[in-house]
């Protein structure tokens, strides 16, 4: 009836490697809002033609809107 497509075989004798599962990926960079935000309390961000605004709420929480 029904054939299951072909699946690749697993080498269960290969020792664990993380780089197995997923390729190494570069550092993810970390700024403050603080350094972002400039003294201000919303910043514009343009984005493929889009602008999105990072708003500092009163309550001291960061919304990001389109």
Same mark, same amino acid.
């Given at each position: 009836?029904?054939?299951?497509?072909?699946?690749?075989?697993?080498?269960?004798?290969?020792?664990? +490697?993380? $780089?197995?599962?997923?390729?190494? !990926?570069?550092?993810?960079?970390?700024?403050?809002?603080? &350094?972002?935000?400039?003294? +201000?309390? $919303?910043?514009?961000?343009?984005? !493929?033609?889009?602008?999105?605004?990072?708003?500092?709420? &009163?309550?001291?929480?960061?919304?990001?809107?389109?």
């Amino acid at each position: 009836m029904f054939e299951s497509p072909a699946v690749p075989a697993v080498d269960t004798t290969a020792p664990f +490697s993380p $780089e197995r599962i997923a390729p190494r !990926a570069r550092p993810v960079q970390r700024t403050d809002s603080a &350094r972002l935000l400039a003294g +201000s309390r $919303e910043l514009v961000i343009e984005h !493929a033609g889009q602008e999105y605004h990072l708003r500092l709420t &009163r309550n001291d929480k960061l919304i990001l809107t389109k």
